[in-house]
């Protein structure tokens, strides 16, 4: 496959994600059950694949691999649960951004957890997208008083999803992306089933066109979108697609314009930007090493 196809199909992958938060906003169920059904489809999509590629994965696994791939599994269920209840509080505009705000707090934790040198540029990258956010967050507090609150939630869904990447560098030397990602995924779906019990959220009930963007964010934002990403890293350097996936926010907020009337006020551009841009540095200092 040539390098210009797999960048194609990077790209449209970006656009499927961009699609989570306005599918997302637009179904009538509550986050904790948008998510549990995002990830059960999900795994349920993947466990013939699972079950015919990594049958004897449980006989190469020690249980400290196990216990990682739990810890990553609840990180990626309080990153949707976080994130989603952002969707509904707070501009897609500010919830996207916000929560791509995610390689500043891998950042953080490369720095203060495992001890590894933090360049200039990267420490610039992480002041510019932290002004970038208090922007932002600025601009939303005299909005109305639960946009605010959303954009903390974003912040949130950007931290925890860093945990579930860091966890994710380490799993996945010893174990394929496909047996990583089912596991988690299983692991994500039982945390959020423990969740709705807690908060007491049916599961049933919904109007059919919610199981159908339930479905459509499994299959396009999840298996089409996310997947895309890890499955391109074999052929593409991992700077494209990181920078790539910068692109999420920004067709969010155009396709959040153009179906939902959501304006985006001048300083959530001006905040976004500042995010963006403070990320790409960081992207560039993690591949080129810069001082």
């Not at 599918?23 to 015919?52: E, Q």
């Not at 500043?104 to 540029?121: A, R």
């Not at 945990?163 to 692991?187: D, E, N, P, W």
């Not at 985006?264 to 993690?286: F, K, N, R, T, Y």
Request: proline fraction near 3%; charge should be positive; charged fraction near 10%.
């Amino acid at each position: 496959m040539s390098n210009k196809t797999v960048k194609l199909i990077v790209l449209v992958g970006v656009l499927f994600v961009s699609f989570s938060s306005i599918l997302s906003k637009i179904a009538t169920a509550p986050p904790l059950i948008i998510a549990t059904y995002r990830l059960g489809f999900s795994t349920l999509i993947m466990l013939p694949i699972f079950l015919r590629q990594e049958r004897d994965i449980a006989s190469k696994m020690t249980p400290r691999l196990w216990l990682l791939c739990i810890a990553s599994g609840i990180f990626l269920a309080l990153h949707f649960s976080t994130w989603l209840t952002s969707v509904k509080m707070t501009s897609i505009a500010s919830s996207t951004v916000l929560v791509n705000t995610h390689p500043i707090f891998i950042l953080l934790g490369t720095f203060f957890i495992t001890k590894e040198n933090v360049s200039k540029k990267a420490v610039i990258s992480i002041i510019i997208a932290l002004i970038g956010s208090i922007v932002i967050t600025l601009s939303d507090a005299g909005v109305e008083g639960h946009n605010l609150t959303g954009d903390f939630f974003a912040i949130a869904g950007g931290f925890f999803v860093a945990g579930y990447m860091l966890i994710g560098r380490k799993v996945r030397q010893h174990i394929s992306v496909t047996a990583y990602t089912f596991i988690v995924y299983a692991c994500c779906t039982l945390t959020l089933l423990l969740f709705d019990g807690i908060a007491k959220a049916p599961l049933l009930g919904y109007p059919k066109s919610d199981y159908l963007i339930f479905l459509s964010l499994a299959v396009f934002c999840t298996l089409m979108g996310h997947s895309v990403f890890n499955w391109a890293l074999a052929y593409l350097n991992p700077t494209f697609v990181s920078t790539s996936i910068l692109g999420e926010p920004v067709f969010a907020t155009l396709l959040a314009f153009a179906l939902l009337k959501e304006q985006p006020a001048l300083l959530q551009l001006v905040g976004g930007g500042l995010i963006l841009l403070g990320i790409s540095l960081h992207i560039q200092a993690e591949n080129t090493g810069a001082s």
